[in-house]
C-alpha cells in the first residue's frame, strides 16, 4: 500500500459530533467525522439527490461555515469552510 502525505493546511480533529446541514428551509442531520480549521468530513446517511455543492453547517452548541463541497464518496462528503 502507498501511503501518500498529508496535504491539510492544518490538524485533523477527530470528531463524531451530531450536525444539520442547512438547505434554505430545509435541515439534514449528519456526523462530522473530523474537522480542522478549513474544513470537515461530513457523514450524510439520507441525502437529497444531489446535495448541493454549498449550504450551511451548524455545529452546536454555536459553530455556523458556510461550506463548499470539495469531494464525495458514497454517504461522505469533504466540505471547506469559506466566508462570504
Known sequence: MIA????RKSVRNPSLDNALIRLGDLA???????????GAALKVDDPPSPLPDHFTLIVPPSKTYSCNVVWRRG???GVVFFTE
Open 4 to 7: 501518500f502525505p498529508d496535504r
Open 28 to 38: 439534514l442531520c449528519c456526523i462530522v467525522g473530523d474537522i480542522t480549521e478549513n
Open 75 to 77: 454517504v461522505w462528503v
